[in-house]
C-alpha cells in the first residue's frame, strides 16, 4: 500500500509562514498529481494547490500570490510554501497524492488517490 505523511502546520500569527511536506511510502511506480487540500470547521474541503509530475500548477484563488506548491518526484514529496497567513487561512490541511502505480505483492495495483491524515495550521490575529 502507500502512506502520506504530513508534517509541518502549527500555530503562527496573521503575516506569518509555514511549510508543509507530505512524503509517500510505499512501492512506489507513478504518481501523477500531487496536491494539498483544506477543511476548516464548518465548511466543506477544498482544493489549495495541485502540481503534475510535470510541474503544472494549479492554485485556489484564495491563496494565489501567496503559497507556493513545488515537488520532488525522485523523493515523492510535494511541499506547500505558506506565506503572508491570514485567520482564514486556519483548517486542517490534507495532502494528496492521485493517478498512483504502486507494487504489491500481486503485481502493480493502480488507485486514484491516497490521502494523508491531516496537519492543523492555526493562523492567529
Known amino acids: 500500500q502507500v502512506q502520506l505523511v504530513e508534517s509541518g502546520g502549527g500555530l503562527v500569527q496573521a503575516g506569518g509562514s509555514l511549510r508543509l511536506s507530505c512524503g509517500a511510502s510505499?512501492?512506489?511506480?507513478?504518481?501523477?498529481?500531487m496536491g494539498w487540500y483544506r477543511k476548516a470547521p464548518g465548511k466543506q474541503r477544498e482544493l489549495v494547490a495541485t502540481i503534475t509530475t510535470g510541474g503544472s500548477t494549479n492554485y485556489a484563488a484564495s491563496v494565489k500570490g501567496r503559497f507556493t506548491i513545488s515537488r520532488d518526484n525522485a523523493k515523492n514529496t510535494v511541499y506547500l510554501q505558506m506565506n503572508s497567513l491570514k485567520p482564514e487561512d486556519t483548517a486542517v490541511y490534507y495532502c494528496?497524492?492521485?493517478?498512483?502505480?504502486?507494487?504489491?505483492?500481486?503485481?502493480?495495483?493502480?488507485?486514484?488517490?491516497?490521502w494523508g491524515q491531516g496537519t492543523q495550521v492555526t493562523v492567529s490575529s
Open positions: 510505499g512501492r512506489i511506480y507513478s504518481i501523477n498529481a
Open positions: 494528496n497524492a492521485g493517478g498512483i502505480y504502486y507494487y504489491t505483492g500481486g503485481g502493480r495495483n493502480y488507485n486514484s488517490a491516497f
